[in-house]
């Protein structure tokens, strides 16, 4: 007999930050998470998260958006479908709506959960297998003030949890933002990486500018300096200086990856399960950029533990990942809806043990943070 989908469930919950997280285009004092809870005739259930950053400010997808396309659209088409087929599934959900990935991650990744939790396997053996059980993370720096941000840096060294920091700039004028990221550099030296992310901030000509700076001062990486549209401007900025480039916001799936490599217009690929739509998406995505000799980086969206490790064990399998991961999600939120929270040490997240993603959810944990909770 078939084992079939019988429920999914779209909870919207609230997460407090352990401080305020600047962005070119938001301040966060919150997280919002959706967790998906997939269930099946054979009585396993299956965990997924979508989440994104700042509301809708970062992209088409909010939280709230996100629980009622699964909630009116997606899940009903999965009801009574066939479980352990993932790709049919998500064939089935590709028919049903257009876009709306990350509300298609949270689902995939539940389908995964649950195949794995049936097999006894964890979520990366069904994906072919990990090559690494540990993932380099860096910590993002984004109080704004520089002596604070300089003083957390040197904790987290101390601490071995981070070596390589990104600024969020593009909120100030760009020689305030340069100057404020040259201070950090210099009082780190070589004993870490600095990279900057300007979340789309800057015009080309403000981007040449402040990348010259930002070359000068020994800044290790510049992430989407100008809007995702202009790939010819991001190709003129990647031909012109040494630094490398990375798109992020520019780069959502395989046929933005394959235009990109076509003009020259990144160095590196920022890669995110919830942009691409899913794991199988981030693979695919990832091909195109390893085959085009682009250097590949594993994004976040800010996720808790369930998104952050469904995104690890899909960067684990990548057999080139040259510049780490930023999966760092979990160590903004003062608490988290899980039983056990994902172990950080020695500048890199550990893999958890167990089938499937390897984590199972804090019931009451849920029930205290999930917003229909009065």
């Excluded at 709230?64 to 087929?85: F, H, S, V, W």
């Excluded at 072919?128 to 941000?149: C, I, K, N």
């Excluded at 981070?162 to 950090?184: N, P, Q, S």
Aim: proline share 3%; charged share 25%; net charge negative.
């Amino acid at each position: 007999m078939a084992i079939t989908i019988t429920s999914v469930d779209a909870i919207l919950v609230d997460l407090p930050t352990i401080r305020a997280h600047q962005l070119a285009m938001a301040t966060m004092q919150q997280q919002t998470l959706v967790i998906v809870r997939l269930r099946a005739s054979d009585g396993i259930e299956g965990i997924g998260e979508a989440t994104t950053i700042g509301g809708l400010s970062y992209g088409e997808e909010s939280p709230e958006g996100i629980k009622l396309t699964i909630d009116t659209y997606l899940a009903p088409a999965l009801i009574g479908q066939d479980a352990t087929n993932i790709h049919g599934a998500m064939a089935r959900l590709n028919k049903v709506a257009r876009g709306n990935r990350f509300a298609k991650s949270a689902l995939e990744t539940a389908l995964l959960d649950a195949q794995g939790k049936r097999l006894g396997v964890p979520l990366g053996t069904l994906l072919g297998g990990a090559v690494r059980d540990a993932l380099p993370v860096l910590w993002t720096l984004a109080s704004g003030d520089t002596a604070r941000d300089i003083e957390e840096a040197e904790r987290l060294l101390a601490e071995r949890r981070h070596d390589t920091f990104k600024l969020k700039i593009g909120r100030r004028a760009v020689r305030e933002d340069v100057a404020h990221v040259a201070a950090i550099k210099r009082a780190l030296g070589d004993r870490a990486r600095v990279t900057v992310d300007v979340n789309q901030a800057w015009n080309e000509a403000d981007a040449a500018t402040g990348i010259a700076m930002l070359e000068a001062a020994g800044i290790d990486l510049i992430e989407q300096p100008i809007a995702r549209d202009n790939r010819v401007g991001l190709a003129r900025l990647a031909a012109r200086f040494v630094v490398p480039i990375m798109a992020d916001e520019a780069v959502t799936g395989p046929e933005d990856a394959m235009e990109l490599a076509r003009l020259g217009a990144a160095d590196v690929f920022a890669l995110k399960i919830a942009k691409s739509g899913g794991i199988f998406g981030m693979l695919r995505t990832a091909a195109v950029g390893d085959a085009a000799g682009i250097a590949l980086y594993g994004g976040t969206m800010l996720e808790g533990s369930v998104g952050t490790i469904a995104a690890a064990h899909g960067f684990c399998t990548l057999p080139q990942l040259a510049w780490g991961t930023e999966l760092f999600g979990p160590l903004l939120l003062k608490d988290d809806v899980v039983v056990e929270r994902p172990a950080y040490r020695d500048f890199a997240l550990r893999l958890p043990d167990g089938p499937g993603l390897g984590l199972a959810l804090d019931e009451d944990k849920l029930a205290h943070y999930r917003r229909d909770r009065t």
